[in-house]
C-alpha cells in the first residue's frame, strides 16, 4: 500500500516536473531590437489603473528616458505585470510601490527595482518571475524585511551578443514606432491613412506588395477594436479569437507591425475615435465621450487622452470650437443679391 502511494506521489512529481520543463522549453527567449525604456514605460503606465483601484501610493522612474537594447517584449511585459501585481496583491490600501528601472554605464543591461511596505510575497507569481528572469539570461534577487517590506531586484542583459543566433529576431525593424503624440489637425478620419503620412516603415507596410499580408492584418485588427469602440470589458483574449489568433500570435503581430503592446494599440484607436467624435460634436461632454469609447472612469479617460495627445480632453474641445470661431470669421460674407 505504502508502495502504492509513494509510486503515484512519484508520478505524479514527474509529471508536473515534465510539464513545467515542457512550458518553460517553449518559452525560450526571442528577443529584437527596439526602444527598451520605452517599452518599459508603456507597460508600467498600462498597469497604473490597477495602483489606483486600490488607492496604492505608486511611483515609477525610467532613467533614461529612451534607450535601445535587445529584449524579449513578451517576456518584459510579463516580467513587469507579475512585478507589480504581486507588489499590489501583498501591499494594503494606502500602501506605497516603487519601480525604478535604469542601466549601467555601458548601457548593456537594465535593473529593475521595485520596492513597497507590504506584507511578504508567497505563491506561483514569485516562482513565475524567477523563471521569466532566468529565461531571458537575467539574475533576480528578492528580499523581505520584516514589517518594512519587499524589494525585489532584476538584471537583464539587453546586447545582442548576449544571445544565441536562435534567440535573434532580425526581423523587427527597430526604426518603427507610431508616434505617441499625434497633432491636431487630422484632415483624415481613417486611423491607419494618419499614421501613415511621416512614418516610412508604415508607409512601406501600407504600400508594399510584400507587407500586404501585415496590411491586411492591421487593418482587421483596427476594424475589431472600432466594432468593440464602447466596450470597456473587451478583453484581449476576445480580441485574439476574433482575430482567429491566440493571445500570444496576436501580440508578437501588433508588436511587429505598430512597436506598441495590444494595451497601448487598442488605448490609441480609442483616443483617436474620441477626438473624432469631439470634431464632429464639440458640444459633447468629456464624460459622455468617454463613455462612447469604452472608458468607464473619466478621470483615467483624461489621463490616457493625455499621454497621446498631449493635452486635456477639455483643452483639445477648446481648441476645435476655437478653430471652428476662427473658420468662421475668416469666410468672406456673400454679397446680398447674389
Known amino acids: 500500500m505504502l508502495f502504492s502511494v509513494l509510486l503515484i506521489w512519484w508520478f505524479y512529481s514527474r509529471n508536473k516536473h515534465i510539464k513545467k520543463q515542457f512550458q518553460l522549453n517553449h518559452m525560450a527567449a526571442w528577443v529584437s531590437n527596439c526602444d527598451v525604456m520605452q517599452y518599459v514605460k508603456d507597460t508600467t503606465h498600462a498597469m497604473e489603473p490597477l495602483m489606483t483601484g486600490k488607492q496604492l501610493d505608486f511611483h515609477f522612474r525610467c532613467q533614461p528616458a529612451s534607450m535601445m537594447g535587445w529584449i524579449d517584449t513578451d517576456k518584459i511585459d510579463k516580467i513587469i505585470v507579475n512585478m507589480l501585481m504581486d507588489a499590489a496583491k501583498h501591499t494594503e490600501k ?101 499614421y501613415k503620412e511621416g512614418n516610412s516603415a508604415l508607409q512601406e507596410i501600407m504600400n508594399g506588395g510584400a507587407h500586404s499580408a501585415n496590411q491586411e492584418y492591421l487593418e482587421r485588427a ?15 483574449e476576445q480580441f485574439a479569437a476574433d482575430m482567429g489568433s491566440s493571445i500570444s500570435t496576436l501580440y508578437n503581430k501588433i508588436r511587429a507591425i505598430t512597436g506598441k503592446n495590444i494595451t497601448n494599440f487598442t488605448r490609441d484607436i480609442r483616443i483617436k475615435a474620441a477626438c473624432r467624435m469631439a470634431k464632429e460634436d464639440p458640444d459633447l461632454r468629456v464624460s459622455d465621450i468617454a463613455y462612447r469609447v469604452g472608458y468607464k472612469d473619466p478621470k483615467y479617460f483624461a489621463t490616457s487622452f493625455k499621454r497621446v495627445m498631449g493635452m486635456q480632453p477639455k483643452e483639445y474641445i477648446e481648441e476645435i470650437r476655437k478653430e471652428a470661431l476662427t473658420a468662421e470669421a475668416t469666410q468672406p460674407e456673400t454679397a446680398e443679391g447674389q
Not at 538584471?155 to 503624440?181: G, L, M
Not at 483596427?222 to 464602447?230: A, E, G, K, R
Open 222 to 236: 483596427i476594424q475589431c477594436v472600432n466594432d468593440h469602440l464602447s466596450d470597456g470589458d473587451y478583453s484581449r
Open 94 to 194: 494606502g500602501g506605497k510601490i516603487v519601480l525604478d528601472v535604469s542601466t549601467n554605464r555601458r548601457y548593456e543591461n537594465i535593473t529593475i527595482r521595485l520596492g513597497d511596505n507590504g506584507k511578504q510575497y508567497t505563491g506561483i507569481g514569485l516562482t513565475l518571475l524567477r523563471d521569466l528572469v532566468h529565461l531571458h539570461r537575467g539574475t533576480i534577487k528578492s528580499e523581505y524585511y520584516n514589517g518594512q517590506g519587499n524589494t525585489v531586484v532584476i538584471e537583464i542583459p539587453i546586447k545582442k551578443d548576449a544571445y544565441s543566433k536562435t534567440e535573434i529576431n532580425e526581423s523587427v525593424a527597430s526604426s518603427f514606432n507610431i508616434p505617441s503624440n499625434i497633432t491636431l489637425h487630422i484632415p483624415n478620419p481613417t486611423w491607419v491613412s494618419e
